[in-house]
């Protein structure tokens, strides 16, 4: 997808790339628990599981490509969660943890006190 925005003969044209703030909560990217919006040049920063990982390294690769005299300003970065679509048609895969504890919640009238601890 990068090599396609570079070849394309429009200057306006970008990439964004959909990430997760997994590519960061393995490091020391946070303050008082809250997630710094920066990129990361540590891998170690990445929650150790493959899907985090691989959100890292795509990230890596987007700001090398940004960094580029032809891409500079042409390839983003959005860490945005989950993605459903809009509220009529959207679907989200209830399979997963966070839909399963949101739809739980609307069952049980109440969300668990996770009280987790960041290692």
Sequence with gaps: MIDFVRSSPSASSR?????????????SASIDGQVTEVPSDDPAAASPIGYAQSKWVV???????DETADLHGRIGILRIGQLCGDTHAGYWNEKEGWP??????????????L???RP
Aim: charged letters at 15%; one cysteine or more.
């Design 59 to 65: 990230e890596k690769v987007c700001r090398m490509a």
């Design 115 to 117: 009280a987790e601890v």
């Design 100 to 113: 399963l504890l949101i739809r739980t919640s609307q069952t049980t009238g109440t969300l668990p006190d």
């Design 15 to 27: 990439f964004y790339f959909c990430s997760s703030i997994a590519s960061v909560l393995g490091g």
